[in-house]
């Protein structure tokens, strides 16, 4: 039955998979460590020093650039996220288990890394702890979607502009003004809305803490130091607070 073919995933936590596999964990793992020293090994190249605000910054353009890719995802298979959360519920139910836990220690083949299905899968566990991402006309679904596809470009622009110092000091201050700030924002009224809509009465006060409120942190806690940063690109008129 067509349902029955969206409700299966490219994997399953207790189903044994053929050839060699990797836990999801360790491939967004790998993707954001390879991501970051990329940058920050060819700038202690360049320079032969490092800078701990620059490593702070590319290991969070590292993580949003990762991050963006889910929410491509997010956008290519809403169906699927709908039926995967009504199983991650299902299954959380009846195995007492946490979705986020097992999703990221399942283990998948090496031929199925980029898939779209699998990673949509994320936003399928995540729904446990806010339901937003399974409804295409809330807020914390439409802003996930808008930063996948309007914030790579950018983030990668002044990613390697943080590197090479390919922009003007001031230019690259603007960018990330523009960028930084709408970070910080549109996160905190994520916050917001999910208060406001009461998604916190759902689940406990140990995953509001953990899901909501510490994995989100970064896009306002890095957004506000890469602010920082801007403003200072922009007085200063050169990369000298990049070290």
């Known amino acids: ?111 199925r890394i980029l898939s779209p299905t699998l990673w949509a899968d994320v936003w399928a566990a995540y729904s446990h702890y806010d339901g937003s991402y399974a409804d295409r006309r809330t807020f914390g679904y439409n802003a996930d979607i808008a930063n996948g596809m309007v914030t790579p470009v950018p983030t990668l622009i002044l990613y390697a502009a943080y590197t090479f110092e390919l922009l003007p000091a001031v230019l690259a201050g603007i960018l990330g003004v523009m960028l930084f700030w709408q970070w910080t924002y549109v996160t905190s009224v994520y916050w917001a809305s999910f208060f406001v809509a009461n998604r916190h009465a759902r689940i406990s006060r140990r995953e509001v803490y953990t899901y909501i409120c510490a994995i989100n942190s970064p896009w306002v806690l890095c957004a506000l130091l890469g602010l920082y940063v801007s403003v200072r690109l922009i007085l200063d008129g050169n990369y000298s607070v990049l070290g």
């Open 1 to 111: 039955m067509p349902e029955n073919r969206l409700h299966r995933a490219p994997f399953e936590p207790s189903a044994h998979q053929p050839g060699l596999t990797i836990p999801t964990a360790l491939i967004a793992a790998l993707v954001v460590t390879i991501l970051a020293l990329l940058g920050i090994g060819t700038r202690y190249y360049a320079d032969g020093d490092l800078n701990a605000i620059y490593c702070l910054l590319s290991l969070f353009f590292s993580a949003n650039l990762l991050i963006c890719y889910w929410e491509v995802c997010l956008f290519l298979r809403p169906d699927h996220v709908e039926m995967r959360t009504r199983y991650w519920r299902e299954r959380s139910s009846i195995t007492g288990r946490t979705p986020a836990r097992e999703f990221l220690l399942a283990r998948v083949p090496l031929t």
